[in-house]
C-alpha cells in the first residue's frame, strides 16, 4: 500500500488544481468498481455493489498550496495561502509550481530591526516568492515540493491530508469483494478551501450514511496539545465532534460496535479546532446521517505529514466491516 500512498502524496493538487490527481486516482480505481463519473466541479465519484442501505464515504483530492497574486520584480512575486498555510512554515520552504517550477520562499528584512519585528509577527505581507529568476503568470499555484519517506511503521511526507484518506478508499475498494450493499467511494475538490466539492458531491445519489475519512491532530509529541488525546499507531479515530460539525450518533455507536466485534483498534476523537468534509455532506438535500474517521497526524498543514500505518490499515479494516455490517 505504500506505492500508493507515495503516488498520491507526490502528487500535485492544491485546491482547484486536482487534475494529476484525479487522474492517478482514476488508474487506481477503475478495475475493481463497478462504474464511476467525474461530476460538473470535478469531484470523482466511484461504486461497487448494489442494495442495502447505500453509504457514501468521501476523502479529499485537494491539497494546501500557495498561489501567486502579483509580481515585485523578475524573479520575485507576492502570494496567498490557499487553504490553512503558516507563514511560519512558508518561510524557507521549496514550492513546486503547476509548471513545474521550483521555488522558495524568503521574508523582507532590510534591516536587523525589521527583520526581529516580522519574524514575531509573520505574515504574508512580508514574504515573497523567489522562482529563481524564471517569469511566471499571477494565478500560478504551487505546492510544497517534499516526497514520501518511510521509516517502519511511520509514513512522512507532505499532503498526507488527504491523500491517505484518498489511499484508504483506494484499498477499500480493491478489498471488498463481496459488499452487502452498495457503497460509494467519492473524492472531493477544494476541501481546504471550504468543504466546496463535498457541498455538492452527494447530491445526485440516493445515500443514507455518509463517511469522510480525513486527518486529525496526533497529540503523541512533546508538549503535544493538552486538550487533544489522539496519538499515532492505536488506531483509527471516532470523531465525535470538531469545529463544524458534530457525527451523527448513531454512527459513531455502531462504528464502535463494529470495531469491538472485529477487534479493531480505535480511539476516540474530540477535536477542539477544524472541519471535515462531513459537515458538508449532513447538510446536503434534506439531510445525509454524517460521521469522520480520521488518521491521527503529527504536523499537519505542514511539508512533513507524519502517520503510522498500522492507523491506515486498521482504517482500512474498519471502514470494511462496516460497509458489511447492515
Ligand atoms: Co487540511
Ligand atoms: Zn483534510
Not at 447505500?54 to 483530492?61: D, S, Y
Not at 490553512?84 to 521574508?107: C, K, N, Q, W
Not at 497529540?219 to 493538552?226: L, R, S
Not at 450518533?249 to 479493531?264: A, G, L, P, Y
Request: proline share 4%.
Amino acid at each position: 500500500m505504500d506505492e500508493i500512498v507515495k503516488a498520491l502524496t507526490e502528487s500535485f493538487g492544491p485546491s482547484g488544481r486536482e487534475s494529476k490527481v484525479r487522474e492517478l486516482l482514476i488508474e487506481l480505481i477503475k478495475d475493481p468498481v463497478h462504474g464511476y463519473e467525474v461530476d460538473k466541479v470535478g469531484n470523482l465519484i466511484a461504486w461497487k455493489g448494489e442494495g442495502g442501505k447505500p453509504i457514501i464515504f468521501v476523502a479529499h483530492m485537494d491539497e494546501i498550496g500557495i498561489v501567486v497574486t502579483n509580481k515585485i520584480k523578475n524573479g520575485f512575486y507576492r502570494i496567498e495561502p490557499v487553504g490553512g498555510v503558516s507563514p511560519y512554515v512558508a518561510l524557507s520552504s521549496r514550492f513546486v509550481l503547476e509548471d513545474g517550477t521550483i521555488a522558495v520562499v524568503g521574508y523582507e528584512h532590510e534591516t536587523a530591526e525589521e527583520a526581529k519585528k516580522n519574524l514575531s509577527n509573520l505574515t504574508f505581507d512580508h514574504l515573497y516568492l523567489d522562482t529563481l529568476g524564471k517569469d511566471i503568470e499571477l494565478g500560478t499555484f504551487g505546492v510544497y515540493n517534499r516526497g514520501f519517506h518511510k521509516n517502519g511503521d511511520l509514513w512522512i511526507s507532505k499532503a498526507m491530508d488527504d491523500r491517505i484518506g484518498c489511499a484508504v478508499l483506494v484499498e477499500l475498494v480493491r478489498r471488498v469483494e463481496k459488499p452487502k450493499r452498495k457503497f460509494y467511494v467519492a473524492f472531493s475538490i477544494q476541501e481546504e478551501v471550504g468543504l466546496v466539492g463535498a457541498s455538492v458531491i452527494a447530491y445526485p445519489y440516493d445515500v443514507e450514511e455518509a463517511i469522510a475519512i480525513d486527518v486529525t491532530d496526533s497529540a503523541d509529541v512533546p508538549k503535544g496539545f493538552k486538550r487533544h488525546s489522539m496519538v499515532l499507531g492505536e488506531g483509527p479515530a471516532i470523531k465525535i465532534r470538531d469545529k463544524i460539525s458534530i457525527s451523527d450518533r448513531r454512527i459513531v455507536e455502531k462504528m464502535v460496535e463494529v470495531s469491538k466485534k472485529n477487534d479493531i483498534p480505535y480511539q476516540m476523537e474530540v477535536l477542539t479546532m477544524g472541519g471535515t468534509d462531513a459537515g458538508a455532506l449532513m447538510k446536503t438535500k434534506g439531510g445525509i446521517p454524517s460521521a469522520t474517521v480520521s488518521i491521527p497526524t503529527r504536523y499537519i498543514h505542514t511539508p512533513g505529514e507524519v502517520v503510522s500505518a498500522k492507523d491506515v490499515d486498521n482504517t482500512v479494516k474498519m471502514l470494511l466491516e462496516y460497509i458489511q455490517a447492515v
